[in-house]
DNA sequence: CGCCCATTTGACAGCTTTCAAATCGCGTGG
DNA sequence: CCACGCGATTTGAAAGCTGTCAAATGGGCG
């Protein structure tokens, strides 16, 4: 759970004792091949996740059977948060990539946010910044067009995974598929090749296989018109956190 | 602020003391006009917003000049409860309508939730609507087309209003312009004034003015492929909620 | 080596946008 | 009470971005 611990923790002052009880939560780690349901839309759920590995993402199906994709999941993110609050799925949830989830009951998490205050802000804090990036994604696919849609997401990605170096080239694993670009920026994915041919061509990005070097972060940050703010992730704090969280590990034996 | 209050109910149990608490928060009442700013994208902010009356939404600038509505609020709605945890502004909120909202200082409720957790608990919750309702819209946005954009916008303010009675039709104060319409599903307002007439021709729905009824709930429904347990408003509970709160409102005679 | 899934390409259709311009609705001032 | 003014709604024609439907190509894994 440290790498979740690390992103509460950048969110709410915790005390060791708030590291070390959301550290002993009881876990059930489970390994899901690329394509697995972690959760799905409709069913009970009875647990939050985080990604220890892998990728993930949130989906829904409208009733003529298009996909849309309206959130992905990094190593380190809390899952199925809302989920669990109301003990019901209102989307899907599925690893893009094969990867570890642990399990929390939500029954658990729920008594140890009743006894920590400091604990419960840190996580609505982090479900608050998946509302943020959630309103940005309605403002990709309501108001951009399809280059804007692909640039905006590759920042995101570039962003969200701290890849960004100034002035260097940036270049990063990129889990998805053209279809799953489609499915997440409203696109098809037929579209979605061409434009991605386009932003090549253009020199702004390349990309072989599943690694994306963004060639020109200023250019693409332009296209995609992409303002990193709104997923405020103040990395100096973070850095300090880190620092803070590996202590508890370590003294936890985790 | 008891309309927030009732819906505040709805996500926890709450005590009296809770309740109480709640209302004693200092507030800060202001009118606004019409297309008046509670808040501006990039500013700092120090409060929350409850709705007392009229409607509010947020919205996104972007590069070339489009808006993108990414949320409407209904009166007893909390806004701004994002922007005043990170004391920032990420998109902008303005009246719908004329209205008074309720402020609350964010540091006063900041320490009203370190000291009671069902109230933080039941913010936190009434937030994870807010994005579950974004979710919803990014499938809107993304994978629907107009007419079921549209027919989707109505089913879900219908719902969220309340007014939703079976076998009956069903009418309600539409507050949107044909262009705030179009902000909010990524349409033109040309485009949805087609679009309205054509669900008028159909005969699913009615609209003169400020109102709109819906003729055929079950077949807007179906054209706009809405479901409502996104928004998970459990009337029964609520019902009961709101008899509680307002014995607390009298007792403490607000 | 072969299968399967992801990527790529082409031609064409179609939903939406664009750009004006006309009309309507309604609050305001005369 | 009626004219005026301005924003909202309507309408038309044409352009454009993106989707659709196949089919070919490529790459990775058993």
């Known amino acids: 759970l440290i790498p979740a611990l690390v992103k509460l923790d ?46 993930a993402y949130g989906s829904k199906v409208t009733s003529n059977g298009a996909r849309q994709i309206i959130s992905v999941h990094m190593p380190g993110d809390l899952i199925s948060v809302q ?7 209102t989307s ?18 729920d ?4 006894e920590r205050p400091d604990v419960q802000r840190a996580v609505w804090l982090s479900t608050l910044v998946d509302g943020s990036i959630a ?26 995974l701290k890849a960004v170096r100034s002035d260097r080239e940036i270049a990063y694993e990129f889990p998805m598929t053209q279809e799953q670009v489609g499915d997440a920026t409203g696109l098809t994915s037929v579209h979605v090749n061409r434009t991605l041919q386009d932003l090549r061509r253009n020199g702004l990005i390349r990309h072989d296989n599943r690694t994306v070097t963004i060639a020109d ?35 936890n034996g985790r």
């Open 10 to 55: 950048q969110h709410a002052t915790l005390t060791e004792a708030d590291r070390s009880a959301f550290l002993d939560l009881p876990v059930r780690c489970q390994t899901f091949k690329a394509g697995g349901y972690v959760a799905r839309q409709g069913e009970r759920v009875r647990s939050v996740g985080v990604v220890l590995s892998g990728f």
């Open 83 to 89: 989920h669990a609050a109301f003990r019901k799925a």
């Open 92 to 109: 899907s949830i599925q690893m893009m990539t094969p990867g570890d989830v642990a399990l929390i009951s939500a029954d658990d998490l």
């Open 111 to 114: 008594a140890l946010v009743a």
């Open 135 to 160: 309103s940005e994604w309605v403002v990709n696919v309501g108001r951009r067009d399809a280059r804007s849609r692909i640039a905006h997401l590759l920042c995101e990605f570039a962003t969200r």
């Open 217 to 251: 972060w200023k250019a693409l940050t332009a296209v995609g018109d992409f303002q990193a703010e709104y997923l405020k992730q103040d990395d100096v704090q973070a850095e300090t956190s880190r620092h803070r969280v590996e202590q508890t590990a370590l003294s």
